[in-house]
């Protein structure tokens, strides 16, 4: 597919032209032309077009929208299939590319006061276009859609629930970049998306950090607006907001000129006069007191920001630096990594220095033998854009299989020397009941967990045994045992919290206390049938329960032997309605899988 991205701004349109597949890697698409429309003024602007830079005579975003069809002609692209258009906000709602009919456009435009220098303009964009392509889908990709995967622990603001009412929380942006970045990241590391704890780090005229733990964002930096969080060009990112009180009492400013000067005054701005990290690291180099605090601070920011991201992933696989700085300076890049060895972030200084970013290319810069990998790639947002909006136009291919559905009630699986310490030396557990995955059975025997706030006794044992022990309760039990259990696949234990085990010969403490994430057991017949392999990600929606529901990126686990089944725990059975097992029909919508 053929589409045409619009990033429109207040003084600028930036446009691209680019072929999508469905389906295939986003770093596949094909780019055909690039070019933007820079600062709009009464005689003109200027027009850079793949590398040239020339003077046009528009001087506002609807007669450069005009000019576009024109320059398209003149660069051999006469068929478009959509046009994609960045939006900035998209609230809570806009969880994936949107097509803008009137009903669609009038809800962002209601967004308009969480973001009111951008979305403006970005919907400006959207009248220019449609009244020149009046034919064309017109698609919106919101750059706030990628965080909505952030738990509420991240999202939610510690002040009044009138305010929070209101819809006030975090949403987090550059979303479509750090998902790009991820992606990227994970192509260039031969590893699936879904098996790693990435950091990325955007680092251009905005900046913002983002955690990605096994393909979703589930934090970053920014917040209800582009102001929390790293330095950046221009903005301040976190500061106490005790001093909105101070300036307006002291200084006698008022909330608009405060406003003003924390997003156009401060950042690199506030701290040396330029925002140009680029000025700044040539003043910071010939002696400038002002502009090496201002490095100092800058790196300080994100150092923080990839030592608290990394506890909240509980570890970290790959750090990936991104936009115009975290692409070309590599003595920033430097001063972010130097002194993190401790966690396993080492970066090779000589590969630092040599980052090639030609042709999509996202070379590895970290220390050979450190843990944490280091990449750095060049953004692509344009093209995720294009990508997403290419997939959103497929129509999801709907599978209905009679799946039925089991509900793992909480239950551990032990390691032998879990059972010896909890029955005694050399004891074996006996197999009371067995299960419909074949060789797994439920034993005779029970265990008590016990946490800080509570126990919960007569837990099941499943066998047969494990290398490892795995304890899975349901989120609700973890508020009963006052433990934070992550939601994760069955076997990813690292960094999980420690549950105490009790039996009747002894005790023990153990890690490996998780929230089963929600999967099939497929037989390669069912998996040939329905088009999916292993590791695929689908959305199942429960139609003959109490409640229909319907469950995002469930994972389908392919093997030969599998009882076909999906695997829910019980809070989601409760939440669907489910009371006990249902052998129902289950729609399928199979998506892109990482
Ligand atoms: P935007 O967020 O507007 O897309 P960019 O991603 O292009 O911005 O980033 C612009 C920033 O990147 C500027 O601060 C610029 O100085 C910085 N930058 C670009 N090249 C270099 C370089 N070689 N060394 C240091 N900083 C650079």
Redesign the pocket.
Known sequence: MRILVFNAGSSSLKFGVFDCQPGRPASQARHILKGSFERFGTDGCTLRLDGNTTTAPHCDLSSATRAVPEILHGAGVDKLDAIAHRVAHGGAEFTAPALLDSATLARIEALTPLAPLHNPANLDGVAAARATWPDLPQWAVFDTSFHLTNPARATTYAVPETWRATGLRRFGFHGTSHKYVAQRAAEALGQPLRDLRIISLHL???ASACAIARGESIDSSMGMTPLEGLIM?TRSGDVDPGLFGYLAREMGLSVAEIEDALYAESGLKGLTGS????DV?DRAAAGDAQAQLAINIYAYRARKYIGAYAAAMGGLDALVFT???GE??PS?RRRICDGMQFMGLKLDHDRNLAVDLTDRAAPQIQAYGARVNVLVTETAEQLMIAYDVTNAMVKPKDTVLKVPVAVSARHVHLSQASVEALFGPGYTLTPAKPLRQKGHWAAQERVTLHGPKGEIANVAILGPLRPRTQVEISRTDGFALGLDAPVRQSGDLDGTPHVRLIGPAGCQDTDGLIVAARHIHMNTEDARIAGLSDGALVDVTLDDTGRGLTFADVLVRVTDAAFTEMHIDTDEANAAGIKDQIAGHVRLSLREAD
Not at 275 to 278: A, Y
């Open positions: 251009g005229n905005g060009g925002s140009d990290m680029r690291e936009g115009g700085i070309n300076s920033m």
